[in-house]
């Protein structure tokens, strides 16, 4: 066991923290006991309205319902862009770092205007208009948040598509929403490679034909093909539009953006995400969690595609007139220094990440990190999946010397922005632990009945009030958010973690406690691997778990059981590989693939995944009760050939 030590506030960071332990507990019991008045004042100081709310939340958690800000108006891109100019103008919104060292851009909040303005007069010209679904399948270049922008700013709804997925994912994604336009780059380029975006449009297109425009961002000039009248280029297109658009009023509850993610069964759902509450959210946790000063340089290194991206480059920065970085690369190209070349070169101040990346430097070992600077680094931050204190203590104490406080944050998708968090002026630290709730969440440990766990404990976690950033709806199906969320444990949001809680009231994610796998960060439903897998002529069942993995946290494996008179071979596996590849993307690919004569059921045909999590996770000494299988004896088969061992 790697002993657990208690980091106390330090006094500098106290002194300048925007809030102290007092501060924190005075504010959190007020933001619990008069909800109404508490959100009233944050939306206030937050964010300018166009028109005020008449009431501050309605919640209903059994049936899912909630609105916050209701009969409010405003606009995000005003909030993120236009309310800055006078004092900010020239301020740098996004420092962009190319793949390439050598690659580098500013871009001003003036900038950042124009190109928003001119992008959104472009889809308006394009028949785009408030509601409508636009999807963005973009490399991590500053047109990423500009589209995502200017979508705000008329009032379409955007839905981006992580460039990592394959084209048969973003057809089903454009096609569940429905989307008419799609924005995307000729190429996207990570570690010296390239990524053929534009053609992958086209592929997922061919099933898709709503879609009526593609605006296309040169990014390396490469060769692509083109539909006439249907494509158009980024570039060609704004050098004629107007420079200004109006910013649509929009409702605080009227939706924007989808994001489509991973759960437990079925295929991905599309998370609804709305205009008020989110903005207010992301723009509070974005200054208390990272303590954000004017001036100080915000680098998320995670991609626009996942909902860190949505939040932590663009919607709370922005709101908050920061400036943040934009990253195109990957930690450890051209080498494992990278991460700190950066901080170095941009004087990065707030630094923010994901374990599994941390784990992958700690690795190569202290040099690649000693022989930067990293002076610059005031606040470091994880998000993700849970750190292990061992990644915890080397982030601490060989990246930030001691001097950083490191904020582990907890929250999901669905939960739009941080929910559990140390605030660095109030809370001393424990690694491994998210710590303590934000304002206004109020989160419960279940057991097995359903009954809430007071006092220390562990159980599932789930949040007992509703929160401004919550998810209103899965897009299209709103009756699937009320199962997925609302209907387990009645009255609360089901997170689908499990969590325990300690004396002191921190909080501790031990992972998922659904079919929901977390691979270096990346959320993904154990259904949809298996629906590849048996899509192949080979297969005639899949059942896939995940297991410990030194550096993704976690790591797929899945049991095949080939038809009838199928030989497997090493042939077969690449071509489920490939399977997998196509049907989902490469980072679904499972690391282990055990060739299963037949598969654990229970007498009704169920498959029995707790026994194949064990064999997975080779704990064979609490693989349980098997007397309920309907032929036991496969079980032994399985343990004789498991992988990992
Ligand atoms: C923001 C994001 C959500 C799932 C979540 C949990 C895991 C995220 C974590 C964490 C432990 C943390 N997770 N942050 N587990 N400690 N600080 O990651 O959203 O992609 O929807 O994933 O990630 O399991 O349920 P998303």
Same mark, same amino acid.
């Given at each position: 066991?790697?002993?657990?030590?208690?980091?106390?506030?330090?006094?500098?960071?106290?002194?300048?923290? $925007?809030?102290?332990?007092?501060? $924190?507990?005075?504010? #959190?019991?007020?933001?619990?006991?008069?909800?109404?008045?508490?959100?009233?004042?944050?939306?206030?100081?937050?964010?300018?309205?166009?028109?005020?709310?008449?009431?501050?939340?309605?919640?209903?958690?059994?049936?899912?319902?909630?609105?916050?800000?209701?009969?409010?108006?405003?606009?995000?891109?005003?909030?993120?862009?236009?309310?800055?100019?006078?004092?900010?103008?020239?301020?740098?919104?996004?420092?962009?770092?190319?793949?390439?060292?050598?690659?580098?851009?500013?871009?001003? $909040? %003036?900038?950042?205007?124009?190109?928003?303005?001119?992008?959104? %007069?472009?889809?308006k010209q394009r028949g785009v208009s408030k509601g409508d679904r636009v999807c963005i399948y973009m490399p991590m270049v500053p047109e990423a948040a500009y589209a995502m922008l200017a979508c705000a700013r008329i009032g379409a709804v955007h839905s981006v598509v992580f460039g990592g997925f394959s084209p048969d994912s973003l057809r089903d994604r454009i096609l569940d929403s429905d989307c008419r336009t799609v924005i995307t780059a000729d190429e996207g380029v990570r570690g010296g490679k390239y990524i053929p975006l534009k053609a992958n449009v086209d592929k997922a297109l061919q099933s898709c034909p709503n879609v009526s425009?593609?605006?296309?961002? @040169?990014?390396?000039?490469?060769?692509?093909?083109?539909?006439?009248?249907?494509?158009?280029?980024?570039?060609?297109?704004?050098?004629?539009?107007?420079?200004?658009?109006?910013? @649509?009023?929009?409702?605080? *509850?009227?939706?924007?953006?989808?994001?489509?993610?991973?759960?437990?069964?079925?295929?991905?759902?599309?998370?609804?995400?709305?205009?008020?509450?989110?903005?207010?959210?992301?723009?509070? !946790?974005?200054?208390?969690?990272?303590?954000?000063?004017?001036?100080?340089?915000?680098?998320?290194?995670?991609?626009?595609?996942?909902?860190?991206?949505?939040?932590?480059?663009?919607?709370?920065?922005?709101?908050?007139?920061?400036?943040?970085?934009?990253?195109?690369?990957?930690?450890?190209?051209?080498?494992?220094?990278?991460?700190?070349?950066?901080?170095?070169?941009?004087?990065?101040?707030?630094? $923010?990440?994901?374990?599994?990346?941390?784990?992958?430097?700690?690795?190569?070992?202290?040099?690649?990190?000693?022989? !930067?600077?990293?002076?610059?680094?005031?606040?470091?931050?994880?998000?993700?999946?849970?750190?292990?204190? *061992?990644?915890? /203590?080397?982030?601490?104490?060989?990246?930030? /010397?001691?001097?950083?406080?490191?904020?582990?944050?907890?929250?999901?998708?669905?939960?739009?922005?941080?929910?559990?968090?140390?605030?660095?002026?109030?809370?001393?630290?424990?690694?491994?632990?998210?710590?303590?709730?934000?304002?206004?969440?109020?989160?419960?440990?279940?057991? /097995?009945?359903?009954?809430?766990?007071?006092?220390?404990?562990?159980?599932?976690?789930?949040?007992?009030?509703?929160?401004?950033?919550?998810?209103?709806?899965?897009?299209?199906?709103?009756?699937?958010?009320?199962?997925?969320?609302?209907?387990? #444990?009645?009255?609360? #949001?089901? !997170?689908?973690?499990?969590?325990?809680?300690?004396?002191?009231?921190?909080?501790?994610? !031990?992972?998922?406690?659904?079919?929901?796998? %977390?691979?270096?960060?990346?959320?993904?439903?154990?259904?949809?691997?298996?629906?590849?897998?048996?899509?192949?002529d080979a297969v005639a069942e899949a059942a896939v778990v995940g297991y410990p993995h030194d550096l993704k946290g976690q790591g797929i494996y899945a049991f095949v059981t080939p038809m009838k008179g199928i030989e497997p071979d090493e042939a077969l596996k690449q071509e489920l590989l490939a399977m997998v590849t196509q049907e989902i993307g490469s980072f679904a690919k499972p690391e282990l693939i055990q060739w299963a004569p037949a598969l654990p059921k229970t007498r009704s045909g169920k498959i029995m995944r707790r026994i194949l999590r064990k064999i997975a996770c080779n704990e064979l000494d609490t693989l349980g009760d098997?007397?309920?299988?309907?032929?036991?004896?496969?079980?032994?088969?399985?343990?004789?050939?498991?992988?990992?061992?």
């Amino acid at each position: 066991m790697f002993e657990i030590t208690t980091h106390p506030v330090p006094e500098a960071v106290r002194q300048r923290a $925007y809030l102290k332990d007092e501060d $924190y507990q005075r504010l #959190y019991r007020q933001s619990v006991e008069q909800p109404e008045t508490f959100w009233a004042e944050q939306a206030n100081t937050f964010l300018d309205w166009f028109k005020p709310w008449h009431s501050v939340r309605h919640e209903d958690l059994r049936k899912g319902q909630v609105s916050w800000f209701r009969g409010g108006q405003l606009n995000v891109a005003y909030n993120c862009i236009d309310r800055h100019l006078a004092r900010r103008g020239e301020q740098v919104a996004f420092i962009w770092e190319g793949d390439n060292p050598s690659e580098s851009a500013h871009i001003t $909040y %003036n900038k950042l205007y124009s190109h928003v303005c001119r992008l959104a %007069n472009v889809l308006k010209q394009r028949g785009v208009s408030k509601g409508d679904r636009v999807c963005i399948y973009m490399p991590m270049v500053p047109e990423a948040a500009y589209a995502m922008l200017a979508c705000a700013r008329i009032g379409a709804v955007h839905s981006v598509v992580f460039g990592g997925f394959s084209p048969d994912s973003l057809r089903d994604r454009i096609l569940d929403s429905d989307c008419r336009t799609v924005i995307t780059a000729d190429e996207g380029v990570r570690g010296g490679k390239y990524i053929p975006l534009k053609a992958n449009v086209d592929k997922a297109l061919q099933s898709c034909p709503n879609v009526s425009t593609v605006v296309v961002v @040169e990014r390396t000039q490469g060769k692509i093909a083109w539909v006439e009248g249907r494509d158009l280029w980024y570039h060609e297109a704004l050098s004629t539009a107007d420079n200004d658009c109006p910013p @649509e009023p929009m409702d605080a *509850e009227d939706p924007l953006f989808i994001l489509y993610t991973s759960g437990s069964t079925g295929k991905p759902k599309g998370v609804l995400h709305t205009t008020g509450g989110y903005l207010l959210q992301v723009a509070m !946790t974005h200054k208390y969690v990272f303590d954000y000063h004017d001036g100080d340089i915000f680098w998320c290194t995670a991609d626009v595609g996942w909902v860190t991206g949505h939040s932590y480059i663009v919607y709370g920065p922005l709101a908050n007139g920061a400036t943040s970085l934009i990253f195109e690369g990957v930690p450890n190209y051209p080498d494992a220094s990278r991460f700190w070349q950066v901080v170095d070169k941009h004087q990065v101040n707030i630094f $923010y990440t994901a374990p599994t990346a941390l784990r992958a430097l700690m690795r190569e070992g202290e040099e690649p990190v000693k022989k !930067t600077s990293r002076a610059s680094l005031r606040l470091l931050g994880t998000v993700g999946e849970p750190i292990n204190p *061992e990644a915890w /203590e080397w982030y601490y104490h060989v990246v930030g /010397e001691m001097r950083c406080p490191i904020v582990d944050t907890w929250w999901q998708t669905e939960t739009g922005a941080i929910m559990i968090a140390p605030l660095p002026g109030a809370t001393a630290l424990k690694p491994g632990s998210a710590t303590r709730p934000f304002f206004g969440v109020q989160p419960a440990l279940l057991d /097995e009945q359903g009954k809430e766990i007071d006092g220390p404990g562990s159980g599932v976690l789930a949040i007992k009030a509703s929160w401004p950033s919550q998810i209103r709806t899965v897009f299209g199906d709103h009756q699937r958010m009320i199962d997925t969320y609302f209907t387990a #444990y009645p009255g609360y #949001y089901f !997170t689908g973690d499990g969590a325990r809680r300690d004396e002191d009231g921190y909080y501790w994610i !031990t992972g998922r406690v659904d079919d929901v796998i %977390n691979v270096s960060g990346h959320r993904i439903g154990t259904a949809e691997v298996e629906s590849a897998l048996v899509l192949h002529d080979a297969v005639a069942e899949a059942a896939v778990v995940g297991y410990p993995h030194d550096l993704k946290g976690q790591g797929i494996y899945a049991f095949v059981t080939p038809m009838k008179g199928i030989e497997p071979d090493e042939a077969l596996k690449q071509e489920l590989l490939a399977m997998v590849t196509q049907e989902i993307g490469s980072f679904a690919k499972p690391e282990l693939i055990q060739w299963a004569p037949a598969l654990p059921k229970t007498r009704s045909g169920k498959i029995m995944r707790r026994i194949l999590r064990k064999i997975a996770c080779n704990e064979l000494d609490t693989l349980g009760d098997t007397s309920t299988l309907a032929d036991p004896s496969v079980v032994e088969g399985l343990i004789e050939k498991r992988l990992n061992t």
